[in-house]
């Protein structure tokens, strides 16, 4: 049976007009996320974070040591908690950066759009964070004070352009005139939820009837070998060697309260190899099927692969297409709705990825796994389709008699 994954996932902030956060009462809640500020002194972070908790403008005076503020707030029918901790730029701060950046689960990057400096500090942030935080922690950009036009010294492009070079989502906001100041936080409630819900837990190897066997293909050097490795590891792997003829891993993973293998192949995307298809897609409980974004020449070759797949793959494999490398914007040649039109064509989910920056490689494998998973039946589950074969085979025998006697008369 397919699971049925949330609509969270499917959210589109720029399609959505009603990004309002409902503030509530303080509960007793199992959803809880910490949030963290950071950039350099006097960008508007400790207005923004008062904002985020009052829902209203204030002026503050900047954190002078590291502060921690919690809200609560109503959200698809749950009620979560929201940690948010806030800093000042000060030497002496940042020897406590372990701790302020432990167990985070979403960081805003702020500078301000009138101090260009702000802007230059914003390296030595995301370092940090690279160094001190959960690799799967999600990222927001925020260009701050975006209602002063007349002492803006940073573009709004310029902006956009560093957020795509890191993978970021970004926005411009305003404490002051209320601008985006709910969407950004409703944008990070929505990612972190999903990071959750998508979270797979890597276990060591143990015994398990359930058995999965993955394959990946697509062209040379789309990434094949580097999104197999995230997958096992759950980190990206840097100066993967392309793969000669196969590759094999195996991982452990717990998925609705069972213990899965995963048995990972992976394949050189080359035409010598390709004799042996028939064979390496055999048992294939899942396919994954790779183009990179950055090269034309790789989604010309989809069709073939694509056809080794229908023709050598059982009819009830399941196939995931995937655009690799998305964090490299900068190189794009193939646009998301090309990508998007060949996965409804073939009638295939579609995922764009990076393994660089971790963007949807957990959600890819979960889907895929949701997609083949069929959870272990109890004892009742046996009776009651006993029950309903029983039924069925009574009215075949009844239609059966009744179509007998019809034809005799």
């Not at 000060?90 to 950066?97: I, P, W």
Request: one cysteine or more; charged letters at 30%.
């Amino acid at each position: 049976m397919e699971e049925q994954l949330p609509n969270v996932s499917n959210i589109e902030y720029e399609d959505r007009e009603h990004c309002k956060i409902i503030r509530v009462q303080a509960v007793t809640t199992n959803k809880k996320f910490k949030l963290i500020i950071v950039g350099d002194s006097n960008v508007g972070k400790s207005t923004i974070i008062n904002h985020f908790c009052s829902g209203l403008y204030k002026d503050t005076i900047p954190a002078t040591d590291i502060e921690f503020q919690d809200i609560f707030i109503r959200f698809e029918n749950e009620t979560i908690q929201l940690n948010f901790g806030d800093t000042d730029k000060t030497d002496k701060h940042r020897s406590l950066a372990h701790s302020y950046y432990s167990g985070a689960h979403g960081v805003f990057f702020v500078y301000d759009i009138t101090d260009l400096n702000s802007l230059f500090k914003l390296d030595d942030w995301i370092k940090d964070v690279k160094n001190y935080s959960d690799t799967d922690i999600v990222k927001i950009l925020i260009g701050n004070k975006c209602d002063d036009e007349t002492n803006r010294e940073i573009s709004f492009e310029k902006g956009q352009q560093i957020a795509e070079v890191y993978g970021f989502p970004f926005f411009e906001v305003s404490s002051k005139s209320n601008v985006n100041i709910d969407k950004v936080l409703y944008t990070m409630i929505v990612d972190c939820i999903k990071k959750k819900y998508f979270k797979l837990i890597r276990l060591k190897p143990e015994k398990t009837n359930k058995k999965y066997k993955l394959i990946i293909v697509g062209h040379s050097n789309v990434g094949k070998s580097t999104i197999i490795h995230h997958f096992c590891k759950g980190i990206h792997g840097r100066a993967i060697e392309s793969t000669i003829g196969f590759d094999f891993k195996e991982i452990f993973v717990r998925f609705k309260n069972e213990t899965i293998s995963l048995n990972m192949w992976d394949t050189a995307g080359l035409e010598k190899y390709r004799s042996l298809s028939q064979q390496y897609y055999k048992g294939a409980h899942g396919i994954f099927i790779v183009y990179d974004i950055t090269d034309l020449n790789s989604l010309f070759k989809l069709d073939d692969w694509i056809k080794d797949v229908e023709n050598l793959s059982d009819l009830n494999t399941v196939k995931i297409l995937i655009g690799s490398k998305c964090d490299d914007t900068l190189n794009r040649k193939i646009a998301t709705k090309e990508g998007q039109e060949v996965a409804k064509k073939y009638k295939y989910p579609f995922f764009e990825v990076s393994s660089k920056t971790n963007v949807n490689i957990d959600q890819l494998l979960y889907t895929m796994i949701s997609k083949i998973h069929v959870p272990e039946q109890t004892d009742e589950d046996l009776i009651k389709l006993d029950n309903i074969e029983k039924k069925e085979e009574k009215e075949k025998r009844k239609y059966s008699y009744n179509e007998k006697n019809s034809s005799c008369c």
